[in-house]
């Protein structure tokens, strides 16, 4: 078979073995629910989902926490074009497509870069099998910002490396658009990584022609990490000023950031299939489920490093800064220097394992000079990984993604308060946990679900810890009460959950507008709020949404003073008779953001000096 051939049939592979993996998914209706995806991005998702269809441009959220930011927000990845695919279909049919679709994309992305650099086909197929389909890659699934950004890394690292051989106007175009998709979803530290890693591959292929070539290498990287930083203005100017806004703007206590280190001896995962033990574990659990590539990846590197091959240096210069991140080493420092806002150390494991499936595919093709031996690697790691991606990333039937009993007995629009989500010591919910902690998750309407059947929240847990600041200051006294029901009704909730049997709704005389006068209509929409009142006195009117600098209060169309209510809402003073109360919601830097990623998108057009090229097999 010649070597064109072999890659076609290597390409027809990497798309037909995650179709047969995830068949279920594709045609059966089954979806992908593990850990966070089902209790916090299917809700959030389908809020995206729910306002965009409504007509309205997606600047507020509504149906969270008494209303946050939408846009600002990166967690909901608005401006990222993968995530439209959840408008395909019934939602939970194309929220599980959205994740599918970034499988193929780390496989064929990974095949590119590793038959860039040149690899033949065969080490191409087992490192991109590696990374697409072993535990590390799927078991970010659980963290979709995370796995968004790096089902980009080989695709990204393939397009950087032409524009660090050709400088040219088409090639930096290229490589700037597709390292733009990560960079829109912003999750700052798999991006901090994944460019860490970009420096260092554009720095060993320059440096392998020159001294000067591998300056230049550094140099072009750095150029196409400021055009991709103004393409993904639209999402990085307002996620920066919310980041003010946001609870990460008080920091996290030292505790919260070390929260999930990775026990010292984690990287023994890569070599054994098994789990390291619940008990090396603070929380009994790691951040990432699984770090296993499977043999071929921690073979092939481990031969590659005692044979000394070139580029073993490096590798183990960036294996070690992985790990000792990843442990948790530095953040003493970094916490001591005023970077607090950064938490859970195991995240950084991630560049240590994708140097490490690269580093392996080109330690096999060299090492390997027989296309049969070759061939039997492909062989292992096939049989090594496919029966792991199954319960990596395992699904659940479509009836799990429908509404449950409780949701359906709730009037649509109405607003839960979650006490129960609170009550970690109830004996109910440890008996209905230890049954089935899964469904009791679907069941009990907990954390963020309500919204994912068209109900609203308030005092839910800040899982992504991007609430607002009053949101925060509003959960801190809900918790030093201990749940008492006169914080619950400074929310304006409809109805308050409590463990029974095996939940307890109760009604509350809720309502998001409250005043002494006399409330004639309210309109809404995701970013407005119209409501129509009359007043025998001078009245105060409290609008039970979260407050933000971005709302705009008018009565009469005249601009009203905003004072704080509720500790986490708003309020306004209505005059003596009838009156119009209007609300609405625009993030202005929404708008400078998207001028700034337009002009950047025609800049790229502009022609850049090209470079002599560097030769293809450094």
Avoid at 376 to 385: G, K, P, S
Wanted: net charge positive.
């Amino acid at each position: 078979m010649t070597e064109r051939r072999a890659g076609r049939f290597c390409v027809l592979l990497l798309a037909v073995i995650p179709t047969l993996l995830f068949s279920d998914v594709l045609f059966r209706g089954s979806n992908f629910y593990l850990r966070d995806l089902y209790r916090y991005h299917f809700p959030m998702k389908r809020a995206v989902r729910d306002v965009i269809a409504s007509g309205a441009f997606p600047y507020w959220n509504p149906a969270i926490a008494g209303g946050q930011p939408m846009a600002a927000n990166p967690a909901y990845e608005i401006f990222y074009p993968p995530q439209w695919l959840i408008f395909i279909g019934p939602y939970d049919r194309g929220f599980a497509l959205h994740i599918l679709v970034h499988v193929y994309l780390a496989l064929f992305g990974m095949y590119a870069l590793l038959r860039a650099l040149p690899q033949r086909p065969a080490a191409a197929f087992a490192g991109a099998l590696s990374f697409g389909l072993g535990g590390f890659f799927l078991g970010t699934m659980t963290n979709l910002p995370t796995f968004f950004v790096w089902s980009w890394a080989g695709l990204g690292g393939w397009a950087a490396l032409r524009f660090v051989r050709a400088p040219a106007r088409r090639t930096f175009a290229l490589a700037a658009a597709i390292l733009a998709m990560p960079m829109l979803v912003a999750e700052p530290v798999a991006l901090a990584q994944l460019w860490a890693l970009l420096f260092a591959g554009a720095w060993m292929v320059g440096r392998g022609v020159s001294r000067s070539r591998g300056l230049a290498a550094l140099r072009a990287v750095a150029l196409l990490l400021g055009g991709v930083v103004l393409l993904s203005a639209v999402q990085l100017l307002p996620m920066l000023d919310h980041a003010r806004d946001s609870a990460r703007a008080r920091g996290f206590s030292y505790e919260v950031v070390t929260d999930f280190s990775m026990p010292p001896i984690r990287p023994l995962e890569l070599v054994t299939r098994g789990p390291i033990p619940s008990r090396y574990y603070p929380r009994g659990v790691p951040y990432f489920p699984s770090i296993y590539c499977g043999l071929f990846a921690a073979g092939f590197a481990i031969a590659g490093l005692v044979t000394r091959m070139r580029g073993s240096l490096p590798f183990a210069a960036i294996a070690a800064a992985s790990y000792l991140f990843a442990v948790g080493a530095p953040f003493r420092l970094l916490y001591a220097l005023g970077l607090r806002s950064i938490r859970y150390p195991e995240k950084f494991i991630a560049m240590g394992v994708v140097a490490m499936i690269v580093f392996a595919a080109i330690a096999a093709d060299r090492l390997l000079k027989r296309p049969w031996l070759l061939l039997a690697a492909c062989a292992l790691a096939m049989l090594d990984l496919l029966p792991l991606a199954n319960g990596i990333a395992p699904r659940m039937p479509r009836e799990f993604f429908t509404p449950p009993p409780l949701a359906r007995a709730l009037p649509p629009g109405a607003t839960l308060a979650h006490r129960a989500e609170w009550m970690l010591d109830d004996p109910n919910r440890a008996r209905y946990e230890r049954a089935s902690w899964t469904w009791t998750m679907r069941n009990a309407l907990r954390p963020l679900t309500p919204v994912a059947w068209g109900l609203r929240g308030v005092l839910e847990p800040d899982i992504d810890e991007t609430f607002l600041l009053p949101t925060h200051d509003l959960l801190d006294a809900f918790r030093r009460s201990r749940g008492d029901d006169r914080v619950i009704a400074l929310t304006g909730a409809d109805y308050v959950a409590d463990w029974g049997d095996p939940l307890i709704i109760r009604h509350l005389p809720g309502g998001r507008y409250r005043s002494s006068a006399r409330i004639l209509g309210v309109r809404e929409t995701s970013n407005t709020a119209t409501i129509d009142v009359i007043a025998d006195t001078p009245s105060p009117l409290a609008m039970l949404v979260t407050r933000h600098k971005y709302w705009r209060v008018t009565v009469d169309g005249g601009e009203a003073a905003v004072a704080p209510a509720n500790i986490a809402y708003q309020s306004v003073m209505v005059p003596a008779g009838r009156h119009r109360v209007e609300m609405r919601y625009c993030n202005p830097l929404v708008g400078w953001g998207a001028v700034i990623s337009a002009f950047a998108l025609v800049a790229i057009t502009v022609p850049i000096p090209l470079r002599r090229r560097l030769r293809s097999g450094s």
